[in-house]
């Protein structure tokens, strides 16, 4: 709206109103007095852009996306805390802190005390702490403490919800009308709840008129037990089904599954640069592969049918440095593409390279 609101164009627009007769030139005492208003002017239309920017949820930056959130009853996912069991060699006092590299970890409950096994919470949140397992060092003193290691996950912590991805679930809500049971009103309330990335729903006759939602957990792969358990309890508790004990209205048998998954094997010719070898890229390749499933995963929820594309995924592993070129790809034994029309998703198998 203040594109045109520059310095030059505000300096010039000044200059032009002078009276006949008085010097406008470079360095005269009218243009010094108009330039260092223009400065300011400029500064203040800046301003004026951000503010308009911020009004709208499709360009508002992400302080001002979860404001705009609130007024529709939409919320960002925030990043969750992973949960462990960790084993030390003597008693520990609950609330003493470890660490492991950056990492922190608080002890918050005995799940032992004769096997002094404890479960301690990470203080960063988010998903990377998930798979680190491995020695503790104590923050502070513990007296009788000498060694202390990481178990289990018992709770993966979640990453707060990309910006894009939020922005695009506040504006859906501007084109639905949902209220309890339709179909807008299911896919927006099941879609906040933690650890869910996309669902489907469906209706299904026998036994019983009944829904049926099929969910998509993090890393848009098949949640764990725990969340579907969790969100089978917040829709409609088995115990009481169609209750309306839970989101969905009573009347509603709802039953909650995770979506299942497809390995892809990738069989495939490689040609390397001299110097490189396919140990030395091996996992430059498997992520290249990981990569571009996850990106047709992340389209599950709006399409019906995936095709895993032979050329893209040599488009994928050709761009690695070291790499002249890939030929005779198989996926799953065969030269075609693989379409997958059931509605699983395709996850890495076993990746073969001659």
Not at 44 to 67: C, F, P, Q, S
Request: charged fraction near 25%; hydrophobic fraction near 40%.
């Amino acid at each position: 709206m203040f594109e045109e609101m520059t310095f030059e164009n505000i300096l010039a627009d000044m200059l032009a109103d002078a009276p006949d007769g008085v010097d406008t030139s470079e360095g005269s005492l009218l243009y010094n007095a108009c330039a260092k208003q223009a400065v300011r002017l400029e500064e203040a239309y800046l301003v004026l852009a951000g503010i308009e920017k911020n009004m709208y949820a499709d360009t508002a930056d992400l302080e001002h996306l979860i404001r705009a959130g609130i007024d529709r009853a939409c919320y960002i996912r925030r990043a969750t805390y992973a949960e462990f069991l960790a084993q030390f060699n003597c008693p520990v006092p609950l609330g003493s802190r470890f660490r492991q590299d950056e990492y922190h970890y608080t002890v918050f409950r005995a799940a032992d005390e004769e096997a002094h096994i404890y479960e301690i919470g990470c203080d960063e949140p988010g998903s990377a702490p998930n798979h680190l397992l491995g020695e503790l060092q104590a923050v502070e003193y513990i007296e009788g403490f000498s060694v202390g290691k990481i178990l289990s996950c018992t709770t993966q912590g979640e990453d707060q919800e990309e910006k894009e991805s939020f922005r695009a679930r506040l504006l859906s809500t501007y084109n639905y009308r949902g209220f309890a049971g339709n179909r807008a009103y299911y896919l927006s309330r099941i879609k906040e709840l933690p650890g869910v990335y996309g669902c489907k729903l469906e209706r299904v006759q026998a036994p019983g008129d009944a829904i049926r939602v099929t969910l998509i957990g993090e890393d848009y792969r098949s949640p764990p037990e725990d969340i579907l358990k969790e969100v089978q309890t917040a829709v409609d508790p088995v115990v009481n089904a169609g209750e309306g004990e839970g989101l969905a209205p009573i009347g509603h048998r709802v039953t909650i599954l995770g979506v299942e998954e497809t390995p892809v094997d990738v069989e495939m010719t490689v040609t390397y640069e001299e110097g490189h070898t396919y140990e030395d890229l091996r996992s430059y390749i498997e992520k290249a592969v990981e990569d571009y499933l996850l990106s047709l995963r992340m389209t599950w929820e709006t399409s019906n049918v995936l095709v895993v594309r032979v050329l893209q995924i040599e488009a994928a592993v050709v761009n690695i440095p070291g790499i002249i070129d890939v030929t005779g790809t198989k996926l799953n034994g065969v030269e075609v593409n693989l379409q997958i029309t059931d509605g699983t998703v395709p996850v890495k198998g076993e990746i073969v390279c001659a």
